[in-house]
């Protein structure tokens, strides 16, 4: 069965986490990703910790191709490769491709229908386009920081990589746009993303208090002004034996019948909303005293079986063994040869005429020679001679 994405392929010349995340998605759906590498490094994440899981975590679906783009004959097959494809993802430093004659400029040339997707930690123009930027920056100037952690705290770094994957699934929505464009247009197009303003569109609810009140004050947990609407702790009492309660004002009845106690729901303390808020100290000690007798998981079920929104704060133990997760294939077990079994999380989109599979991520320079023959016509022979050269 064909892909929603299958036909279109895609040169991820990208490393790390935010490129890398966005190539996994549209191969994920189907795409030819064919993963561009230096011939003896690869991918820096391959080598983080010394043990490949960072680079196994966003490279599933696709081929890894080696080519030292430093020497002409590499760089002739690249754009032999660059005139058969339809996207080329890359996050090199500030003008590196240009200076190698890789550029938007010069690839469009070669390949008019080309989409070139460039992530940034800036963006390519601006006050700032010249500055490296990583995840905890792409946080910090991007405003997550100082709207995450509680009151009495500092900015505090969100470890779900809202900068770096964040910016990967954003770069995902640009691609597909300018391919839908040109099927009307006939061209592609430059797309970039940057790091910082991927964060910015994730924050945005932050500036809507902004422009209410100021400049927001760090809540922790608290979400808003709903009570129930924190994190509460749950027996044995461990460290991450918490649930969330969600409880808007419509839910506050069934709420009070989960605990057992249906006289609050007329109780002059907690009667409205903006009252539940008042005494929240109060309520939420009532909430605490409850939770703190059953598990998370107990908590969870008995608030969402009556309606209430709730949910256990799983660690990743937890996650890795969720069985609603296993059920929807987004824990996954892959073999990857130089270390055997490992779990990665699928895909989580879902599409009813073409589910997706989870392949393996590949070796370094596993399908250079296959890639090669395929797109350019080289013989084994000359792989041979290339990889002796340093070329592959």
């Known amino acids: 069965m064909n892909q929603a994405l299958t036909g279109l392929r895609v040169i991820d010349m990208t490393h790390n986490q935010a490129g890398p995340a966005c190539a996994q998605m549209l191969g994920f759906l189907g795409a030819d990703v064919i993963k561009l590498e230096e011939p003896k490094s690869g991918d820096i994440s391959r080598s983080q910790n010394n043990d490949e899981l960072f680079f196994l975590a966003f490279n599933a679906n696709k081929r890894s191709l080696t080519l030292n ?25 500030p003008g590196a491709l240009d200076r190698m004659g890789l550029g938007w400029k010069d690839l469009q040339k070669i390949n008019p229908r080309l989409i070139y997707a460039t992530i940034k930690g800036f963006g390519t123009f601006g006050p700032h386009a010249h500055m490296k930027s990583f995840e905890p920056i792409a946080q910090a100037m991007g405003g997550a920081m100082c709207v995450t952690g509680f009151a009495d705290g500092p900015p505090t770094f969100n470890w779900p990589s809202i900068g770096d994957n964040g910016t990967g699934m954003h770069m995902a929505i640009a691609i597909l746009a300018a391919i839908n464009q040109r099927h009307a247009t006939g061209r592609g197009q430059h797309v970039e993303v940057s790091m910082q303003e991927a964060v910015l569109n994730l924050i945005r609810i932050s500036l809507r208090e902004h422009q209410r009140t100021g400049v927001p004050e760090r809540s922790g947990n608290q979400l ?169």
């Open 69 to 93: 783009l430093k020497t002409d004959e590499a760089k002739a097959h690249f754009k032999k490769i660059i005139a058969q494809s339809d996207v080329l993802l890359e996050n090199f430093g």
């Open 224 to 392: 808003g002004k709903t009570v129930p609407g924190t994190a509460y702790k749950c027996a044995p009492g461990g460290p991450n034996d918490w649930v969330y309660i969600y409880a808007p004002p419509q839910m506050w009845a069934a709420v009070c019948q989960v605990l057992g106690r249906p006289e609050l729901e007329q109780n002059l303390l907690f009667k409205s909303a903006n009252d539940r808020w008042t005494n929240r100290a109060a309520l939420d000690a009532i909430m605490t005293e409850w939770t703190s007798a059953r598990t998370k998981h107990e908590v969870m079920k008995l608030m969402g079986d009556a309606g209430v929104p709730a949910g256990a704060c799983q660690d990743t133990s937890e996650v890795l063994a969720d069985p609603h997760l296993k059920a929807r294939d987004m824990i996954v077990d892959l073999e990857y040869p130089p270390r055997g079994k490992f779990k990665t999380v699928g895909c989580p989109l879902k599409l009813s005429d073409s589910p997706a599979s989870i392949t393996r991520p590949p070796m370094l320079g596993e399908h250079t020679e296959s890639v090669l023959a395929e797109l350019c016509g080289v013989q084994p022979a000359d792989v041979a001679r290339m990889k002796v050269g340093g070329i592959v």
